[in-house]
């Protein structure tokens, strides 16, 4: 069992950037990748990027360019660092983490506003 708390999100002007975080606790031993997720109310959950153990990425063709996942020094955290932020990136941000298996686990979300 993996145990994800994202933070972060906030109410942010357009053109405006936030930098949210993920700490992963529990069975990390066995976490392969992590990444981040968003869903706006009656969409489907979205995504965005991914990086995984050894720090190779991968991003969503509409997320390259302003958004940014990295991994942070302590262990099992990452980060997303989301520049010109536009009313659209308006939704709740989820963190996700592949274990061996494969298995799956979700955070509880953390909601971005991106409005003037």
């Known amino acids: 069992q993996v145990h994800l708390v994202e933070s972060g999100g906030g109410e942010v002007q357009p053109g405006g950037s936030l930098r949210l975080s993920c700490s992963a606790s529990g069975g990390t031993f066995s976490i392969r990748s992590m990444g981040w997720y968003r869903q706006v109310p009656g969409k489907e959950r979205e995504f965005i990027a991914w990086i995984t153990a050894r720090g190779s990425t991968n991003y969503a063709d509409s997320m390259k360019g302003r958004f940014t996942i990295s991994r942070g020094s302590v262990e099992n955290t990452i980060y997303l660092e989301m520049n010109g932020l536009k009313s659209e990136d308006t939704a709740v941000y989820y963190c996700?983490?592949?274990?061996?298996?494969?298995?799956?686990?979700w955070g509880q979300g953390t909601l971005v506003i991106v409005s003037s």
């Open positions: 996700n983490a592949e274990l061996l298996g494969p298995r799956y686990y």
